[in-house]
């Protein structure tokens, strides 16, 4: 960030005035312009004892397999963002049953939001950012093949419980920079 | 939004390629600059029966109270900054005891995350962002001097539920332009 977005003047970084951290601030127009974490909204839909998965069609992570979810939109909330993607990358209709994990990746500034689902009818099909989308048994889950830490996690805790049939919310902090870490978006 | 933070061109609005909705796109250096919802984190800081308000000394809603909450910072997990404007607003110490709230307000862009915290000690004290501070007991909090909806709906459900004890998780929407609703950031 080196203009301000209001008036194009060139941005200081200073702490403003009854504030404690450097922001970009406007020196022409007087913006501070705030730069805070962003939404990653997703579901685990599931039919029967299986678990829909889509393989990555875009990078980060081409290729690999992850479960629906994207960033949040504005004037939308975390349900419709996550019904939404679900629509979009897995063409997969779903009934939201509830959050199931919320997980902080403080270092790529998101925070990761997945919901338990249950799909509607089995007409899901691979949407644009998607190469392939599959029902996996648990013991099938590509678990070297996923494309993300905050998914394997999430899908970890869940086939764990899914055999007692007992949810509990998880709410966790990725901070590793593991083969699974999330890219900055 | 008039111009690009990176270059300081003039940005066109436009839907980009392979995207579906419109956007912010610089026809200089082709960035894509995406708006997306924003975190406000806080807690419900309990000391015995009592819970924990601010009276606000900024705007908006100067002079009303609410629970210790402010803006997710990037590099703070929400825990963290749950923690941090707790310190900031009340000068209090806690220990976080569990998610209990989520609330979607979508028309100001925002989703709203409230902490259950035990208070370590009696110390706290206003902060700049504050005019006092006070323990208040369920049937004293001033139900009608409150400063947001999201604040409102979380003290009525914890204030049910703490008789009991049974606590559980609350994912809800706030849509009303009530005189509770939160000022647009």
Redesign the interface.
């Known amino acids: 960030?080196?203009?301000?977005?209001?008036?194009?003047a060139?941005?200081e970084f200073k702490i403003p005035a009854?504030d404690?951290?450097e922001r970009a601030v406007c020196p022409s127009c007087k913006t501070v312009?705030?730069?805070?974490?962003?939404?990653v909204v997703g579901t685990i839909p599931v039919w029967k004892d299986q678990i829909l998965l889509c393989r990555r069609a875009i990078e980060p992570r081409y290729g690999l397999w992850t479960l629906p979810a994207g960033?949040?939109?504005?004037?939308?909330?975390?349900?419709q963002g996550a019904l939404r993607e679900t629509l979009?990358e897995a063409g997969a209709r779903v009934q939201l049953t509830?959050?199931y994990s919320?997980i902080?990746v403080?270092?790529v500034?998101q925070?990761h939001l997945f919901f338990k689902a249950d799909l509607l009818d089995q007409t899901f099909t691979a949407g644009?950012e998607s190469l392939e989308v599959r029902l996996f048994s648990p013991p099938d889950i590509p678990w070297n093949e996923l494309a993300f830490l905050t998914v394997h996690n999430t899908l970890k805790w869940f086939t764990h419980e899914q055999a007692a049939g007992n949810y509990t919310?998880h709410?966790d902090?990725v901070h590793s920079a593991s083969k699974y870490i999330v890219a900055a978006s």
């Open positions: 960030m080196k203009f301000c977005s209001d008036c194009g060139v941005l009854s404690n951290r312009h705030y730069v805070n974490p962003k939404i960033f949040m939109e504005i004037a939308e909330t975390t349900e979009e509830g959050l919320m902080d403080p270092h500034h925070v644009e919310l709410v902090v």
